[in-house]
């Protein structure tokens, strides 16, 4: 059998005596598209923080590509495969869109004069012509020197993703991409994110639009309260009783289509 990409065992996090993330467990096969979702404050930014090194877990351990990272900081994890882009855009503004996605190559330690002088008398950096030739490969309807400010919402999303795809991850985790963006946004962000996948990266995602959890996803671990209630093929998410009850509660459980999942 395969070794699954990353594999939380037993995950568990309080606040100050508040469970937060209990007993969770799950994997993501390597090339797999696997969102996590739940009502809100289910504990899905939170077990993105564990998982990136943000917050330390009480108890359980995390395991990418068959290494225990548990130890590892944020910055060695993104070393070890693991990036992330966030809900809201953390872009630099004022620079262009080549020097955000070398703010990305970063994490990967290289010579700091590629950074100091990305452009000099002696010609592009080398990583700014990778910046460059990764930005040129992923298709955004923007220009390298544009400078991020300028830009519709829709492409900064695109750009903070390319940003996070410089560091070459295996693994590159999205927290509601798809927030702000309106229904013609979001299929070129799930378009593009296919995109992605097919070149063997791992996706996991957190996402409240159901439409593009369908779209994009294969599989889906569905918390509530912080402990995992689901786990399972998308297709079959919003049969699922308890899932039901989580979204609707008790009394209307049987109303799939008010869950709107
Ligand atoms: N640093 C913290 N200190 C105390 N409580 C926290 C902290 N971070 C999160 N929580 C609490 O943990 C619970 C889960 O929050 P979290 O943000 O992980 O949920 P979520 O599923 O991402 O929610 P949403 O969909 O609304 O973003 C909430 O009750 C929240 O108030």
């Not at 943000?54 to 395991?63: L, P, S």
């Not at 298709?139 to 830009?151: F, K, M, S, Y």
Request: hydrophobic share 45%.
């Amino acid at each position: 059998m395969t070794q699954p990409l990353l594999k939380v065992d037993d995950l568990s996090k309080s606040f100050g005596g508040l469970a937060v993330i209990s007993e969770v467990s799950f994997e993501v096969p390597a090339g797999g598209r696997l969102a996590l979702i739940g009502p809100n404050g289910a504990g899905k930014t939170t077990m993105f923080n564990l998982l990136t090194g943000v917050y330390r877990q009480d108890v359980g351990t995390v395991t990418l590509d068959g290494e225990v990272i548990d130890a590892y900081p944020s910055r060695a994890r993104i070393g070890l495969g693991m990036a992330r882009s966030f809900q809201n855009i953390r872009l630099m503004p004022h620079l262009s869109v080549v020097e955000n996605v070398m703010l990305g190559q970063q994490s990967r330690a290289r010579g700091w004069r590629d950074f100091v002088a990305p452009v000099s008398a002696f010609g592009r950096s080398a990583a700014y012509r990778e910046a460059e030739d990764l930005l040129a490969s992923m298709n955004i309807e923007t220009r390298p020197g544009d400078v991020v400010a300028t830009l519709p919402y829709g492409i900064r999303k695109k750009i903070e993703v390319v940003r996070a795809l410089a560091a070459k991850p295996k693994l590159l985790l999205l927290d509601e991409p798809a927030a702000g963006l309106n229904a013609v946004e979001t299929a070129s962000l799930r378009d593009f994110l296919l995109q992605i996948s097919e070149t063997g990266v791992t996706l996991l995602v957190v996402e409240h639009d159901m439409s593009l959890v369908r779209s994009l996803c294969t599989s889906t671990v569905v918390l509530n309260f912080g402990r995992k209630i689901y786990d399972g093929p998308v297709s079959k998410v919003h049969e699922d009783p308890q899932v039901l009850e989580a979204y609707l509660g008790p009394r209307h459980a049987g109303e799939k289509e008010a869950a709107h999942v």
